[in-house]
Structures are given as structure tokens and as C-alpha cells.
């Protein structure tokens, strides 16, 4: 193999104790295997049949040399710099499996995310809280990720909870245990009896930011808990409903019918007693014509909320189909529908990629284990050279990933979801 080229010293400040100039992750770095220039593998680009194959190792390996840079770069001195290091770390964890390469660094990457969201700003803050879920989504469901968790939960429950922290941070650090967000979202509530501050369009953004993530932690409770839960909101939310925010009635909305999703799996007999008046508020809100809104808005409210009303009145799902290179996924519930959009709201580009790779990914969506597909098989496949190389890649991650194990005796560790 090639011996990779000297590198100079790219990471040095610059004369009178400038800022470093950092290079941002970019679409080179990640290769072939970034999603976020070839969504649904759709964009060969200059992958033609005929040019020269990738040496995976010196890829990697050149990968692995600039993002321990873009850590270090943390630490950096300059806030500008830090939070730069940050973003292309987000993209790199985004659009490329990174298993080893995290979990050798897992607890460094960990100090330094506390280390940006103590001593950083706003948009320090939500970078390095992105971060974190990414460093999570790479980990898996392992007690690693636990580890990561118990570390950084406590300070991101301090932003979260801290009414003096800019909006944007408590927006973006919404990891905390569900009493904390049930405190935030549940302000919107007194909408009508307390306008004193609380119909802000910022405290909004932020209550639907509550709202979303405590839906989402609902999916995996016991049902026991999920019991109590419901009674507790769903008399409540649908005074959301009438908000002047278009965002907080569509996620009221789909928090309705995902609540009611989970009360009829619990009991077959489920009963909603103001049945009739939250139908009339649905319907309302699935043909509104009010001249006032944007023509963008009223499409993208009827639309939802013509969905919400069928689960709610005739327990119905749309099923959706997402494609990721051969294999196809089933959206056919509204738990489902919340989960996917989350990973989709925390990869970005990179949702397929890692649909197709990602162990964590593919066991939360039962999926099972990431398709390898032999040379023989790709070949007789309709695909380009672009996707073959896209599973060659994966297969050659994989067996790295099990080497790794199998070199540090790493026992099997238990779900923690």
C-alpha cells in the first residue's frame, strides 16, 4: 500500500494569534459514500465504468488523519474555529459510518462537546448539541452510548431547563428526561389565560421542539407509562389545535394521532370522550380556506391534517415507501413515521446512507443486518458502478468493524432502548 503523503502542519495558528483556517468537511472528503451529493444514488457524477477503482484503506486512512485534526480543533481558543470544527464533524458523522474511529474516541469526542456547550455561545451550542446526537446515531443502542448519554445529560438538561440560555440552544438541546420537556411544551397550554411572554414566536419554536422530542421518547416507553401519559395530554393538546403558529398545529396534530395510535394498542375498547368536537376541529383544519394564510401554508396543512383526521376517525395510516439502493422500507404507522422523521431531521442528506449501513439505523427500523451483496450479484443487478461501489464500501466498513471486535474481545453488550 502507498505510503500517504507528509502532512504539514494545516492546524497551526496564523501569525499575531489569529483564528485557525479550518477547511469544512467537504463533498471530496466523504467520496462516493456521501449521500448528501447523491441522494437515493441517483448522482454518479464522475464515477464512470471505466475509471480507476478507490483504495479504500488510504481513503480511510486520510479521513481519519483530518477529522482527529477537526477534534483538536475543539479546543481551539477561537470560538469561530471551534464551531467550524464542529459543522464539518457533524457532516462527516452524517454521511459515512465511522464505527471504530468513534468508539476509540468516543469520550474525547464526548469532553469536547461539554467543553463547547459550557464555554460556547448560541450557535456553538446547537452545533455541538448535533454532534452529540450524531456521535450517538454512529455508537448504536450499546452501553457506550449510555455512557455518552449520562455524561452529557446533565448539562444539556441545565440548557434546557435555563430560562436565561438563548432560545436557539434550549431549541437544539432537547435530550433530557420527558418531565423536563412536559415542563416546557405544556406552557403552551396557558396560551389563552397567560399571554405574558408565552406566545413569543420564539418560545413557540421552542415548545414545538418539546413537543416533537417528548413524542418521540413516548414511542419507547412502557406502556404502563405511556397509560399516564395519555391521559394526561390528550384532553390538553388539542387546545394546541388553534394556535397561530402553523408548525405547533401540525405537530399537535400528528402528536394527536400518534397518541391515539398508542391508546387503541393498549385497549382495544379505547373511548375518547370529545370525540365529536376534536373531529369537527380536525375537519376544520383539513379544508381550511382562509384567505388570511399563504396558499403554501393551506396546502401543507390540509394535507397533513387530512391524514390526522383519517387516523383519529377511521384508525388509517397513508403507507409511505423509502428507497435506498435495492432495498425498500415501510412507513406504516405514525410511530414509525415520528422516528424516521427524527433520524431524517438529525442526518439530513445522509438518512439513505446510513439506512443502508448503520447497524443502529437498521435494528430501530428492523431492517436487519446491512444487504452484501456479492460482485457476481451486483453485476447482474441494473446499477451502476457508482452503487456497486457504494455496497463495496459498506462490505469493506463491516469487515472492519468485526475485526475490530474480534481484536479487543469486545463482549456483546445489552439494548438499552
Known sequence: MPKPKKRGSNHQRGAGGQPRNVQPFSDEDASIETMSHCSGFSDPASFTEDGPEVDEEATQEDLEY???????????????????????LKSAFSSKILYEF?????????????????????DEQ??????????????????ESEEIFKTLGPVLKKIVCDGTASIQARQAELHSTMECLENIFT??????????????????????????????????????????KIEMHLHKLPSLLSCDDLNMRIAAGETLALLFEL?????????????????????????????HRAKVDKRKQRSVFRDVLRAVEERDFPTEMVKFGPERMYIDCWVKKQTYDTFKEVLGSGMQYHL?????????FELGPPVMLDAATLKTMKIS?????????????????????????RADVGEFF
Open 263 to 291: 391508546a387503541r394498542e393498549t385497549d382495544a375498547d379505547f373511548f375518547y370522550e370529545d370525540m365529536e368536537l376534536l373531529t369537527e376541529k380536525l375537519r376544520a383544519l383539513a379544508t381550511d380556506g382562509n384567505k
Open 126 to 143: 446547537c452545533a455541538a448539541a448535533g454532534l452529540a446526537c450524531l456521535l450517538c446515531v454512529q455508537m448504536g443502542s450499546g452501553i
Open 356 to 364: 443502508q449501513s448503520n447497524d443502529f439505523l437498521r435494528n430501530v
Open 66 to 88: 483530518k477529522l482527529k485534526g477537526f477534534i483538536d480543533l475543539t479546543l481551539d481558543k477561537s470560538a469561530k474555529t471551534r464551531q467550524a470544527a464542529l459543522e464539518s
Open 385 to 409: 458502478r457508482f452503487e456497486r461501489h457504494l455496497y463495496n464500501s459498506a462490505a469493506f466498513k463491516a469487515r472492519t468493524k468485526a475485526r475490530s471486535k474480534c481484536r479487543d474481545k
Open 102 to 122: 468513534v468508539m476509540e474516541r468516543r469520550m474525547t469526542l464526548a469532553d469536547s462537546i461539554e467543553r463547547c456547550i459550557k464555554k460556547g455561545k448560541s
Open 187 to 228: 406552557k403552551a397550554y396557558q396560551r389563552d389565560r397567560d399571554t405574558n411572554g408565552v406566545s413569543s414566536t420564539h418560545n413557540t419554536v421552542l415548545h414545538i421542539s418539546a413537543l416533537l422530542a417528548w413524542t418521540l421518547l413516548l414511542t419507547i416507553c412502557p406502556m404502563n407509562e405511556v397509560k399516564k
